[in-house]
């Protein structure tokens, strides 16, 4: 399965992006995806994830009431609308894909070992 995560950009703080994770993949419509950041010599760590079915959206503290994440399964896309952005949001943003039959929970989708499939990251500056 390949990613492919886009809309990264250079914004002041306070603004607003988008960032996109889309996929060719036929049965994208099966796949929990997360979005994760991380900043050089950092771990990467866990931004938001939606459930399969869109259903359920999970957030790191750090970002909820400022993030949404979204996905629209017939244009194989997931979403990450970004408001009111901070200095400190910035890093570089990869989504990733994990399709399961098995019953998950939210810390299970808060995990990166959990993810079998990464995008390649795209960059977000907040200036302050």
């Known amino acids: 399965v390949q990613l492919q995560a886009s809309g990264g950009g250079l914004v002041q703080a306070g603004g607003s992006l988008r960032l996109s994770c889309a996929s060719s993949e036929q049965t994208f419509s099966n796949y929990h995806i997360g979005w994760f950041r991380q900043a050089q010599g950092k771990e990467r760590e866990f931004v938001a994830a939606i459930t399969w079915h869109g259903n359920s959206q999970y957030y790191a503290e750090s970002v909820k009431g400022r993030l949404t994440i979204s996905r629209d399964n017939a244009k194989k896309a997931v979403y990450l609308q970004m408001n009111s952005l901070k200095p400190e949001d910035t890093d570089i943003y990869y989504c990733?894909?994990?399709?399961?039959?098995?019953?998950?929970?939210?810390?299970?989708?808060?995990?990166?070992?959990?993810?079998?499939?990464w995008g390649q990251g795209t960059q977000v500056t907040v200036s302050s």
């Open positions: 990733a894909a994990k399709s399961t039959i098995l019953t998950i929970t939210p810390e299970t989708l808060r995990q990166r070992a959990f993810y079998s499939y």
